[in-house]
């Protein structure tokens, strides 16, 4: 029996992607900072997929010293990892910092996932097939890497922050798949499309509105995570920014040196070096 990982995975996409990966047979871990909302997940599934083998565990992905206890934590339980899901995003209107002080939507979007994929990866490359899926968007075309505004010192913009966080996520991910080239394991980044899920709670009600009428639902948005997760045609991906199950082009900014730039940087903010 495969096992996977996924942040975020009590609402939306992510619950999407569990219920239909624990269809397929796999153990499911959703990891999420709401363990009523993970619990209420759970139970939904387990009633929709009978045997269905799913835990939740608490995971906030803005503490970096939450991460570290949580990854120490699950390789213990989960020495061997077959699928790791980073899907957990927010999407804040106003200025928050993590519990580092980094700038909300960058620290969680990326640097916690940065550190959380370090901790794992030895997990990940024990599978036979091990598999890095990456949810950005294709905001990331938005994005600028602005070092000055990682820790919330430059005005804040939320859209500009959450294409800078998606730009952030396409270079881990172009990065992490260079340094993984010939070990078997497979990185790819995705866009889900506009999906109706939680991450426009925050925008006001007639923006909801406007926002909810051009989008799709969670299960077709979750299409290229489970086809990323569990298709063995996704074996060939490695490296790509995937769009309805097929690799797409990613912004002229998402460039190698950047990447590599990036990962130093997440490296010296994280205290976790590959």
């Known amino acids: 029996m495969k096992t996977v990982l996924i942040t975020g995975g009590n609402s939306g996409i992510g619950k999407a992607t569990a219920h239909a990966l624990a269809a397929q047979g796999f153990r499911v871990f959703i990891a999420a900072r709401d363990m009523e909302k993970s619990r209420a997940a759970l139970a939904e599934i387990s009633a929709a997929v009978p045997g269905a083998q799913l835990l939740a565990l608490k995971l906030d992905l803005g503490d970096l010293d939450q991460v570290r206890a949580f990854a120490e934590d699950f390789r ?9 899901i980073l899907n957990a995003g927010l999407f804040p209107l106003g200025k928050h910092l993590t519990a580092q002080g980094f700038e909300q939507q960058f620290g969680v979007n990326h640097l916690g996932h940065f550190l959380l994929t370090n901790l794992l990866l030895d997990t990940v490359k024990a599978a036979e097939q091990g598999r890095v899926v990456i949810v950005s968007s294709i905001m990331h075309w938005l994005g600028r890497i602005n070092v000055g505004s990682f ?62 009428m051009s989008t799709v639902t969670a299960e077709k948005g979750a299409e290229s995570s489970i086809f990323l997760a569990a298709a063995p045609e996704a074996q060939a991906f490695h490296g790509e920014f995937v769009r309805n199950c097929k690799p797409m082009r990613t912004s002229p900014l998402a460039k190698q040196a950047t990447a590599e730039k990036l990962w130093q940087l997440s490296e010296e903010m994280t205290g976790c070096r590959y």
């Open 151 to 212: 820790r919330g010192e430059k005005f804040y913009n939320p859209i500009v922050a959450y294409g800078q966080s998606k730009l952030a996520n396409v270079l881990f991910m172009m990065e992490l798949a260079r340094r993984l080239e010939g070990t078997g394991v497979r990185v790819n980044a995705l866009h889900p499309g506009g999906v109706d899920t939680g991450i426009a709670r925050d925008l006001p009600k007639i923006a909801q509105k406007i926002y909810a």
């Open 76 to 84: 213990q339980r989960v020495p061997v990892l077959d699928v790791l």
